[in-house]
C-alpha cells in the first residue's frame, strides 16, 4: 500500500470519514485554544467537570426525543450552563470554594445522567453518549460542530482583549470599567457549546481530552500566547487526523484512539519540546563542562 493510499485513501473512498475529519478539525479550531486559556487561568480540572455537567441535560433529551441531535445539545448545554451558575451560586454564598462546589455539583450531574440514561436506553445508548461515536457524525452534527467552532472563533476574536485582561489582570480591567464577570461568563459559556459539539463525536467522558491535552502541550512549546493558541489547535488537528487513520485501519474505537494520540503529541513535547524535559536536561551547567 502506498503512502497516498494509506494516509489519503479512506478520506477519499468514505464519505464517513470525510465528515468525521471535518468535525475533528472543527473542534480543534475551537475547543484547543479555549484548553489554553482554561490552562492559564488554573481552571483546567474545570473544563473535565463542565464536560461530565452536561450529561442530565443530555439523558433528559434522550428521555423525551431519543437520539435526536438538537435536543441532546439543547439539554447538554442547559444543563452546563446551569450547573456552572448553581455552582457560582454556592461559591458567593457559602464557605466554599468554586472549585470545590463544582466539584460537588459535577459528579451529583454525571451520576444522576448515568442513572437516567440506564433506565431510559439501552447499554448501547449510555456507551453511545458517553464515549460517543466520530465515525457516524450525520450532516447536521457536522453542521452545529462547525458552527460551534466559528461562533467561538468569532467571539474569541472580538473579545480577545478583554479575554487576556481577565486572564493575566483582572485588577486592571476592572480598574478601567471593564466588566470582568461578563467576559468570565461568555468564556464559560464558549467552553460548555465546545463541550456540547465535541460530546456528540467524542462522547461527554473524551470531549474534554482534545481541548486540555494540545493546550498543555502547547506551553511546553512557546512562552507567547497566539503561539501556544495556533500550536494547541496544530497538535489538536494532527490528534484528529492521525487518531482517524489509526482507527480506520487498525480497527479501533475511533473517540479514544483520538485522544490517544493527542496523549502521544503531549508526552512527545514533554520529552522535546524546549520546556520538556531532554532540552532542559542538556542546559544544565554540570553538562556543559
Avoid: K
Avoid at 221 to 229: F, G, I, N, Y
Wanted: net charge neutral; charged share 10%.
Amino acid at each position: 500500500m502506498s503512502p497516498h493510499e494509506l494516509l489519503i485513501g479512506p478520506f477519499q473512498e468514505f464519505a464517513f470519514m470525510r465528515r468525521a475529519l471535518v468535525a475533528s478539525l472543527a473542534l480543534a479550531v475551537g475547543g484547543a485554544p479555549l484548553g489554553v486559556l482554561l490552562t492559564l487561568r488554573r481552571m483546567s480540572l474545570i473544563g473535565d467537570a463542565m464536560s461530565h455537567a452536561v450529561l442530565p441535560g443530555v439523558a433528559v433529551g434522550f428521555m423525551w426525543f431519543g437520539l435526536s441531535l438538537p435536543a441532546l445539545s439543547l439539554g447538554g448545554f442547559t444543563a452546563g450552563v446551569a450547573v456552572v451558575l448553581l455552582a457560582g451560586l454556592v461559591a458567593r454564598h457559602t464557605e466554599l470554594r468554586e472549585d470545590a462546589s463544582l466539584t460537588a455539583t459535577y459528579l451529583l450531574a454525571l451520576a444522576a445522567g448515568v442513572l437516567l440514561i440506564s433506565r431510559s436506553g439501552s447499554q448501547l445508548d449510555l456507551l453511545h453518549i458517553l464515549f460517543g461515536n466520530v465515525l457516524g457524525v450525520d450532516g447536521p452534527g457536522l453542521l452545529l460542530v462547525a458552527g460551534i467552532a466559528t461562533v467561538t472563533l468569532l467571539l474569541g476574536a472580538l473579545l480577545y482583549r478583554g479575554l487576556l485582561l481577565e486572564v493575566f489582570d483582572p485588577d486592571f480591567l476592572a480598574a478601567g470599567g471593564g466588566r470582568r464577570g461578563l467576559y468570565q461568563q461568555v468564556f464559560l459559556l464558549l467552553v460548555v457549546l465546545n463541550l456540547v459539539g465535541a460530546f456528540q463525536t467524542l462522547g461527554t467522558l473524551m470531549a474534554v481530552g482534545i481541548m486540555m491535552l494540545p493546550a498543555v502541550s502547547a506551553r511546553l512549546w512557546h512562552d507567547t500566547l497566539p503561539a501556544q493558541l495556533a500550536n494547541s489547535a496544530l497538535q489538536a488537528a494532527l490528534a484528529g487526523f492521525g487518531g482517524l487513520l489509526l482507527s480506520f485501519h487498525a480497527d479501533l474505537p475511533s473517540g479514544p484512539t483520538i485522544i490517544l494520540c493527542a496523549g502521544g503529541l503531549y508526552l512527545l513535547s514533554l520529552c522535546v519540546a524546549p520546556q520538556g524535559w531532554l532540552p532542559r536536561l542538556l542546559r544544565r551547567p554540570h553538562l556543559r563542562g
